[in-house]
């Protein structure tokens, strides 16, 4: 960013929204010449979920602007749409912050879009099929200018609905952030905070209005309350359901159902960010239908129930297990998340939803956005050809090397090796796998663990770099002729890589190889090869078990011709009783620059290997590997 002052205007309407928001708003704050407008609308201003205006006060800012609402969700629209063409008027920011799929701010987006103000989007390409959100929420994403999405499938959803690759960061959620790095409550402090003592068995329960449910909001309440009353041993903390249709009828049953059982059951209208986020450590399990039994609870370990299709199609990790409305559905659910299995399960699982330096990434690409220069949106369209030229100033990502801001001796380098020529697929690496051209699952892989001034995409093709460019990607070089022939090893395009940084200063200590053939690789693939590195050795290699065995069906020629066990003199006659044996998938190489410049990788003799499953080892060669690949592909996140 340039030394010109800044202004940011940030939207907030719920509890929950600014209590995702409030960390960020603070670290935009503290940046060099720039400055924060708080536009405050919807329930923050309702007496019944107790003037959560007030949190926003109590962490610091001052609201720029007010804009109150009442009556139905299309009054509270139409409300929001006047505030804030009016307030956007008289502040002139030079963008505002939109965070998810509330109808309050698709009207503030509206407004935003007809007074030309950039949008920067958080948590766009999630799904909600149960809730009127979803539409909302797609909706915001067509208006917007800059995308900060939860997760790599979610960005991939915001670009397959136009919008172009390098305007769209996968930064992982806030939320998570937010309960990594804040400072929580005490238990017996909590307790004081709402009157309430937990015990070891004790629910957090919300659940909002599904709109789309077959069931009305009452009778899924009913439900749920029926299905508590089976496990009479645990304390209840009930919250209030957002401000969506028939929400005033789900308080007043939540509140007679508090008043049946006081000693049981509390009810807390907003427990705010720190409280709820504190009493995540305290409860037994989340239960119903809030986006963040999804998206944060998972990070504090303990199970979440989600009940009915208000998150239907949104992402989910292993500790939420799903039910629909019915009070036996609910009841076994219910049963699934207090048994001692799936709690341990819990503990142990990984939130998709979960990145190193969520904030660091979300405020940087705030920051460093030219939204003075994206007057006019292009439609990035997958079918086409790929000629769109990428915007002026990539987001978090340089166009030549600064060398004083990137001299980094303990970085690790990721180098995507890839050829123009591929003759068992013509165009290979940018060939549309799956909607995406093949080169582009690599550099989203990558991107998961390190900023774009680590990642090298070497290549002897225009044509290739020109669809790295138009994905955001910089391309710090082409490589030279004798290195662009058929003949030419992997080892000499990893050596010239290394050389070209070294020349400008730039020394890494390890590299990670991730060859573009690869699509099916993992975040977790190359985290465990990376936690498995150590400076003394050579190499950690990905591999699966090997189909082929020289114990047991792996064949030599002898001496007069006739076939014989390569290995085991014929010991073994049971496949259970061999010997493991492994091959190098190709999807993954940890490797030490000092050993690299020593030998080349098949000299190398201190290698660790990381085994991947063989459903995730396909490694394109042929069109029967891409076939494979793109099935497999499409059965693992049909099952996402």
Known sequence: ???????????????ADWGLLSPLAKSLSDQPNVSIDIIATNMHYAEEYGYTW?????????ISAEVPTHGTPAEIMSQTLIGFS??????????????????????????AALERVPIVHIAGGAISEGAFDDSFRHAITKLSTLHLTETEEYRNRVIQLGEQPQRVINTGAIGVYNLKSLTLMPKEELERSIDFSLTEKSFL????????????????LENLIDALNRFPDYKILFTHPNNDTDNEILISRINEFRDSQPHRVCVV????????????????????????????????????????????G?????????????????????????????????????????????????????????????????????????????????????????????NDDDSTLFVIPARGGSKGIPGKNIKLFAGKPLICYSIDCARQFVDDRHICLTTDSEEIINVAKEYGLDVPFIRPAELASDTS????????????????????????????????????????CLDKYTEDIDMVVSVKEASTNPYYNAYEVDEEGFLMISKGEGRYTRRQDVPKVWEYNGAVYVINIESLKRCSLGEFKRRRMSEMPARRSVDLDTRMDWDIAEAIYKSLQSNQ
């Open 54 to 62: 007030k949190e926003i006060v109590a962490d610091g800012f001052s």
């Open 489 to 528: 090893g992997t080892y000499e395009v990893l050596l010239h890589a290394v050389k070209f940084y070294a020349d400008r200063g730039i020394h890494y200590k390890r590299m990670v190889l991730l060859q573009p053939t690869s699509p099916l690789r993992t975040y977790e693939d190359v985290k465990m």
């Open 205 to 220: 329960v919300t659940l909002h209005p599904a709109t789309l449910d077959r069931l009305s909001p009452l009778q899924q």
């Open 86 to 111: 009016q307030s956007l008027k008289k502040l002139s920011p030079d963008c505002i912050v939109i965070l998810g799929d509330r109808f309050e701010m698709l009207a503030a987006a509206s407004a």
């Open 269 to 312: 209208p907003s427990l705010g960010r720190i409280r709820y986020l504190s009493a995540l450590k305290y409860v037994t399990a989340v239960v119903g239908n809030s986006s963040s039994g999804l998206t944060e609870v998972p990070s504090a370990g303990i199970p979440t129930l989600d009940i009915g299709v208000r998150q239907q």
């Open 1 to 15: 960013m340039n030394c010109k002052q800044m202004k940011i205007a940030i939207a907030t309407s719920t509890r």
């Open 314 to 406: 949104r992402t989910a990790g292993e500790s939420v297990c799903h039910c629909d409305s019915s009070v036996e559905a609910i009841v076994n659910g219910l049963a699934v998340i207090t048994s001692e299995d799936f709690i341990s399960k819990a503990k142990k699982s990984r939130n998709p939803y979960e990145q190193p330096d969520t904030l660091k990434k979300m405020v940087d690409a705030i920051i460093s956005f030219p939204f003075e220069d994206v007057a006019i949106k292009k439609f990035y369209d997958f079918g086409k050809s790929l000629d769109v030229k990428p915007i002026s100033a990539p987001i978090t990502m340089k166009n030549h090397i600064d060398e004083e801001a990137f």
